[in-house]
């Protein structure tokens, strides 16, 4: 027996993610006017796991989280928070790269198999297109434990 698709246990996470060499989170932050998730500039430096790691490239990324089936409604929230009207690369000095990351995680067992259908609008991709992005997507399938 199948779980409803209604059922099935799915999250997804919606990020914008603006990557550059001389990308300054500052400037990117007061010329969107939203404070992003997680950035940095290149050579900053941390610790992981006992080792220092020196950032290869700036960043600057906004994410949204949810529990939804609806990628659309997850990504058209995403977009009212930031003025897409134009190429982000020609406005805002430092971002060599736009890119709209995706993922979605579905929970599955014996009893509980389901796919996930990923559709985005004529709209959303207009709007990514003309702030000059790319889509990557990421799903993954996990075993209840």
Do not use: C
Request: no cysteine; hydrophobic share 40%.
């Amino acid at each position: 027996m199948k779980t409803e698709y209604k059922d099935a246990q799915i999250y997804m996470q919606a990020s914008l993610v603006l990557f550059g060499d001389q990308l300054d989170p500052n400037s990117v932050t007061k010329a969107l006017r939203i404070a992003p998730d997680k950035s940095w500039k290149k050579g900053e430096e941390f610790q992981s796991h006992g080792h220092l790691i020196v950032r290869k490239t700036g960043l600057w990324s906004i994410r949204l989280r949810r529990h939804t089936d609806d990628l659309r409604g997850l990504i058209d929230e995403l977009f009212t928070q930031l003025p897409l009207e134009s190429d982000l690369r020609e406005i805002i000095d430092g971002i060599d790269h736009v890119r709209l990351a995706v993922f979605v995680s579905s929970y599955l067992n014996e009893t509980n198999a389901t796919s996930v259908s990923l559709n985005l609008s004529s709209k959303q991709i207009e709007i990514l297109s003309r702030s000059g992005g790319e889509i990557m997507l990421d799903v993954a399938a996990d075993p209840e434990e």
